[in-house]
Nanobody, 127 residues
């Protein structure tokens, strides 16, 4: 059974940084792509970032470009998201997701592409 476990959330002041991690286990297949989504209170879940199997292709929402960086360590089955210069509007529950499908610029942000999801980790940015 595939399981994704996020960690690294917390409370930080505006301008600060957080590093999220997502460890995958029980994987019966490879390669796979991974992504991060977030859901703010009272809002729909939105795409944040995604990364291809070898890490050669990365995709970001416009709202986080230049501030967030997604990376992965396939030896550890783990994906990371470094979040710098955080803003109060970045406050959300962050979810990692995994897909065995090939991702590209036209589909990386599509929620239904991802087959497995973590439980989420809360990131709160105070002003």
């Amino acid at each position: 059974q595939v399981q994704l476990v996020e960690s690294g959330g917390g409370l930080v002041q505006a301008g600060g940084s957080l590093r999220l991690s997502c460890a995958a286990s029980g994987l019966p297949f490879s390669p796979y792509a991974m992504g991060w989504f977030r859901q703010a209170p009272g809002k729909e879940r939105d795409f944040v970032s995604a990364i291809s199997w070898r890490g050669g292709s990365t995709y970001y929402a416009d709202s986080v470009k230049g501030r967030f960086t997604i990376s992965r360590d396939n030896a550890k089955n783990t994906v990371y998201q470094q979040m710098n210069n955080l803003k109060p509007e970045d406050t959300a529950v962050y979810y990692c997701a995994l897909t065995a499908r090939f991702i590209h610029s036209n589909n990386a942000a599509t929620e239904t592409l991802y087959d497995y999801w973590g439980q989420g980790t809360q990131a709160t940015v105070s002003s």
